[in-house]
């Protein structure tokens, strides 16, 4: 069995600061691993995703996060928030191999704040 | 393409009524799933269904049954509604090739409400 743990419900943030939500997983077998985010009254869209090889990944407008299996964890970074991220972020674990059953974090809001 | 869509978009019912929730998507992906989302919960997968003409139980079926009319289509049905599925509720799609994970699509969500 896989679980995902998002340590913290809600994140405020002041505008311009860097923010980091926190991610830990577990499972038996190799994972793929996510950050989904959900604007406000709409479905949830890929935000990034870790599948093999650099432990470092990125997405277009500025979110990274790193996985580290020693910790297992999948924390997302940003340098710098900006009013425009104001969502729900999810984690999301997948096994590897066969069909992917996927399994979701409770979600993180973070809010920025002006 | 319109990717995932989802209706009705809002849905108010009382205890035991019935109803469908349809979800269609025009990007001829094998995978289609249903998910509730509730707070603190995240999301959980009640149905999957792998291809078509197959269908498979997830985390939480109880209280709903499935119906995958052709690729495209992927409904959920709620036979005698029920206080505790008040929720919004999600279609997703995906499609399955070997060497890799394919990213989930998700509709707009369905909020129902049932008293």
């Known amino acids: 069995a896989q679980s995902v743990t998002q340590l913290d419900s809600q994140v405020p943030v002041f505008e311009e600061a860097p923010v980091e939500l926190r991610c830990n997983y577990s499972?038996?077998?190799?994972?793929?691993l996510f950050w989904y985010v959900q604007y406000p009254n709409q479905g949830l869209q890929l935000l990034l995703k870790?599948?093999?090889?650099?432990?470092l990944v990125e997405s277009i407008n500025g979110f990274e996060a790193e996985f580290n299996k020693s910790q297992t964890s999948f924390h997302l970074r940003k340098p710098s928030v900006h009013i425009s991220d104001t969502a729900e972020y999810f984690c999301?674990?997948?096994?590897?191999?066969?069909?992917?059953?996927?399994?979701f974090g409770i979600g993180t809001k973070l809010q920025v704040i002006p | 393409n319109a990717g995932v869509t989802q209706t009705p978009k809002f849905q108010v019912l009382k205890t035991g009524q019935s109803m469908t929730l349809q979800c269609a998507q025009d990007?001829?992906?094998?995978?289609m799933y249903w998910y509730r989302q509730d707070p603190g919960m995240g999301l959980r997968l009640i149905y999957y269904?792998?291809?078509?003409?197959?269908?498979d139980k997830g985390e939480v079926p109880n209280g709903y049954n499935v119906s995958r009319l052709n690729k495209r289509e992927f409904s959920l049905r709620l036979e005698s509604a029920a206080p505790s599925q008040t929720s919004v509720y999600f279609c997703?799609?995906?499609?399955?090739?070997?060497?890799?994970?394919?990213?989930?699509?998700f509709g707009p969500g369905t909020r129902l409400t049932v008293l």
């Open positions: 997703a799609s995906s499609d399955w090739t070997s060497g890799g994970f394919n990213e989930q699509f």
């Open positions: 499972s038996s077998v190799s994972v793929y």
């Open positions: 870790y599948l093999s090889g650099s432990t």
């Open positions: 999301a674990v997948a096994n590897s191999g066969g069909y992917q059953k996927v399994t």
């Open positions: 990007m001829n992906h094998n995978s």
């Open positions: 269904s792998a291809s078509e003409g197959t269908t």
